[in-house]
Nanobody, 122 residues
Framework: VQLQASGGGLVQAGGSLRLSCAASERTFNTYNMGWFRQAPGKEREFVAR????????DYADSVKGRFTISRDNAKNTMYLQMNSLRPEDAAVYHCAAARRSWSTRDADYDYWGQGTLVTVSS
């Protein structure tokens, strides 16, 4: 499956952005999905994940209460609503799909999107 992330941009601290991740195949409906981010000079880190049915979500402590992950299986699309953005949220955000794993480790994901850049000005 191919994943296309979009929605990044420049926003002021305290602002909001909504990222989207569009999948090319209906098999998206069976995959657990995740968002990861990588800031310059840092390792890629887990942000949020959602299971195939949307019943289970999980967040990194750093984004809990500010970010919301969701998906629309009818549209083969996952979202990340990001509110109260901080300068430390600035990074390239990647979406990823896991055929079987339910994990916060990037190595456990099978498919990756190309990333979308989020810049937060202070």
């Amino acid at each position: 499956v191919q994943l296309q992330a979009s929605g990044g941009g420049l926003v002021q601290a305290g602002g909001s952005l909504r990222l989207s991740c569009a999948a090319s195949e209906r098999t998206f409906n069976t995959y657990n999905m995740g968002w990861f981010r990588q800031a310059p000079g840092k390792e890629r880190e887990f942000v949020a994940r959602i299971n195939w049915s949307s019943r289970i979500t999980d967040y990194a402590d750093s984004v809990k209460g500010r970010f919301t992950i969701s998906r629309d299986n009818a549209k083969n699309t996952m979202y990340l609503q990001m509110n109260s953005l901080r300068p430390e949220d600035a990074a390239v955000y990647h979406c990823a799909a896991a055929r079987r794993s339910w994990s916060t480790r990037d190595a456990d994901y099978d498919y990756w999107g190309q990333g979308t850049l989020v810049t937060v000005s202070s």
